[in-house]
């Protein structure tokens, strides 16, 4: 399929530039796949349009204050997205860099919590190695030091309430840089409320990277390469996933990360396994879902990789009716938007 078949007019303002004043208080988009049916609700509905038994699967990753402005050598400007920490080295990172112009490897970078940095190889398109230096652990010097990076369509400086909303109430393993968004939505007094109705949750880590924002550069999907994220399935969420399937229960994935890297751990006898990994998996129209079967995701972006899984989960018109429905009845989209339910 090509790209243009997954487009859809957006106005500029129902994009959701701040969270709403609670985290449940957004709107539900229900779409039910076998009768192709359309109906609006509210988030505070979920318990009731699930089913006693139902295993909700969640993304725990925790994003970190990735962002930071410093300066180089020369006086001049530099930015920096701190994407993965590699294997095995201390404190160096695989970064996306914006300055006036390019780092050169050697390069001495300066920020804020006396950070420094020192640019150690050139990956091509803005892509650097950088070595950091600092008085403490990164991650910790960053909580202070650095900026949560909140997407580019988010047309405002991040503010002190971002470190707490553009992060899951569940949020445990510090290395996204993008949060889980249909994880947002949930609070703890909505996870009491949906075991009280004998609807349980587990856990998994998938380090959400820029990936999910940059643009699909090609027409054919099929020409397409995904950016590798990092993701991990602890022993007892494999086992609580395949039990419910046993059973004849629903697994419901919290958000398109959730379901990539539920896909992308089936063994060879269509169980889930175990395991830790980098995915590359890109879900498109004709793929087989053999883990997930329901999908509670937020609205995305045109002609985006996000927007081409969904549609392969509900089917593409459907999914573009829906959003024609989203648009015309002024739902928030994207991060801080409202979010869908895919039956």
């Not at 404190?91 to 860099?97: A, D, G």
């Not at 909140?150 to 002190?160: C, D, E, H, M, T």
């Not at 398109?256 to 890297?261: E, I, K, M, N, Y």
Request: one cysteine or more; a negative charge.
């Amino acid at each position: 399929m090509n790209l243009g078949d997954f487009d859809f007019d957006l106005p500029a303002e129902l994009i959701a530039q701040a969270p709403l004043a609670e985290r449940g208080g957004s709107r539900l988009l229900v779409i039910r796949r076998d009768a192709g049916s359309i109906e609006h609700a509210r988030f505070a509905d979920l318990p009731d349009l699930l089913t006693p038994g139902d295993l909700l699967v969640r993304n725990e990753t925790r994003v970190i204050p990735a962002r930071l402005r410093g300066r180089k050598e020369s006086g001049g400007q530099v930015e920096l997205l701190l994407v993965e920490r590699r294997e095995g080295a201390e404190e160096l990172w695989r970064c996306m860099t914006r300055s006036s112009k390019p780092t050169r490897i050697g390069s001495r970078l300066y920020f804020p919590g006396e950070i420094e940095g020192e640019v150690e190889a050139d990956l091509g398109d803005g892509w650097r190695l950088v070595r950091f230096r600092c008085r403490e652990n990164l991650l910790t010097v960053l909580e202070s030091a650095g900026e949560m990076p909140l997407p580019p369509y988010i047309q405002r400086p991040p503010a002190a309430d971002d470190r707490e909303r553009y992060q899951t109430v569940y949020a445990r393993e510090p290395g996204a840089v993008a949060a889980p968004t249909a994880g947002l939505h949930f609070s703890g007094d909505t996870f009491a409320e949906l075991a009280a109705r004998g609807i349980h949750a587990c856990g998994l880590t998938l380090h959400v990277g820029p990936g999910t924002f940059l643009p699909v550069r090609s027409e054919n999907l099929d020409e397409h390469r995904m950016h590798g994220e990092l993701f991990a399935i602890p022993a007892e969420t494999a086992e609580a996933v395949n039990r419910a399937h046993a059973e004849g229960r629903r697994v419901v994935a919290i958000g398109t990360t959730s379901t990539r890297a539920l896909e992308s751990a089936v063994d060879e006898n269509g169980a889930l396994r175990a395991t830790s990994a980098e995915t590359h998996l890109f879900i498109r129209p004709g793929f087989r879902f053999r883990m997930t079967d329901a999908l509670i995701t937020n609205f995305h972006l045109p002609k985006s990789t996000l927007l081409v899984l969904v549609a392969a989960f509900a089917g593409r018109e459907l999914i573009l009716e829906a959003y024609r429905q989203a648009v015309e009845k002024q739902y928030r989209f994207f991060s801080y938007g409202d979010c869908m339910l895919i039956l």
